[in-house]
């Protein structure tokens, strides 16, 4: 059971670090983007999502 939610969890990530990655986000603070947790990769993306619609 905890394997399949880390594989789950690390699937997300990975979608999430892909989808920055296209809008041209490597690093966050000073850090690369696969050190980071996965509610940071989320509210960054939501941020940068937002802000995309916006323009």
Known sequence: ???Q????GEAKK???????LKF???KKYNKQL???PIF????E???VRRKS???
Do not use: D, P
């Not at 939610?5 to 789950?8: A, D, N, T």
């Not at 990975?14 to 989808?19: F, G, H, M, V, Y």
């Not at 940071?40 to 509210?43: G, M, T």
């Open 40 to 43: 940071v990769l989320q509210k």
């Open 45 to 47: 993306f939501n941020r």
């Open 34 to 36: 696969y050190e980071l």
């Open 14 to 20: 990975e979608e999430l670090i892909q989808e920055l």
């Open 5 to 8: 939610l880390s594989s789950k």
């Open 1 to 3: 059971m905890i394997t």
């Open 53 to 55: 619609k916006n323009v």
């Open 24 to 26: 041209g986000i490597f």
